[in-house]
């Protein structure tokens, strides 16, 4: 098994619908993040979390919130999902200090339409 | 300014051959740097760390000029599976990664 596992793997939605993005990690890192990557803009972090109840707005968090469910469980989710929202998310993880770099999960491809 | 600049590519370059990538980033406070791999449309993964005095692992070695907040990689020998994007990456506020838009390499036969 994957040590950072992201659900779904390709998802299509509708414009205005709401969609939740999963991600769960056994490698017992504390800290979760999540990223969004488009073409040419490179990955750009949406929030992060340090522990279970630490919830960080990253740089481009409007429209998006999260939940950490446990230590091992970080969820991303679209409230009123949006065509300029299509693109690749990535969970990862870190122990602390981040001095080893991340672990990421596979992706999600979300299309909104 | 982005906070990590790298040029976006693409290198097309023969097997065998030498190649290098550049990367500058803005914040003089950072302590960890690192260079990450991604194929496309997969996740990112790390390819090396970068240390102050630089390093080398096999045919790829990363260096770093605190100075000019420069970071480089070079990779000797290139290999057709090789071709990749390298994402030049750098720590930010709060132990967070900033991460660049990557350089696009290809090697041809």
């Known amino acids: 098994d994957a040590d950072v596992t992201q659900t779904p793997r390709n998802r299509i939605t509708k414009t205005g619908k709401r969609i939740m993005l999963e991600c769960s990690q056994t490698?017992?890192?504390?800290?979760m993040y999540w990223y969004r990557q488009d073409p040419g803009l490179g990955l750009r972090l949406i929030y992060y979390s340090f522990d279970v109840k630490d919830i960080n707005k990253g740089e481009i968090s409007d429209g998006y919130s999260v939940s950490r469910q446990a230590q091992a469980k970080f969820s991303l989710s679209l409230e009123s999902a949006i065509p300029n929202q299509t693109a690749l998310y990535f969970c990862a993880t870190s122990d602390h200090p981040s001095g080893n770099g991340y672990t990421f999960g596979s992706g999600t491809r979300l299309t909104v339409v | 300014r982005k906070e990590v600049e790298q040029d976006p590519g693409p290198f097309n370059v023969p097997e065998g051959a030498t190649v290098a990538f550049n990367c500058t980033y803005s914040n003089s406070a950072s302590q960890s740097f690192f260079w990450y791999r991604q194929d496309c449309r997969k996740e990112p993964k790390l390819l090396m760390s970068?240390?102050?005095s630089g390093n080398e692992d096999g045919r790829f070695t990363a260096q770093l000029n605190r100075a000019s907040q420069y970071i480089s990689l070079l990779i000797r020998d290139s290999k057709l599976s090789d071709s990749a994007t390298y994402l030049c990456?750098?720590?930010?506020?709060?132990?967070?990664?900033?991460f660049g838009a990557g350089t696009r390499l290809a090697v041809h036969p």
């Open positions: 990456v750098v720590s930010g506020g709060y132990n967070k990664l900033i």
């Open positions: 490698k017992g890192h504390d800290r």
């Open positions: 970068v240390y102050s």
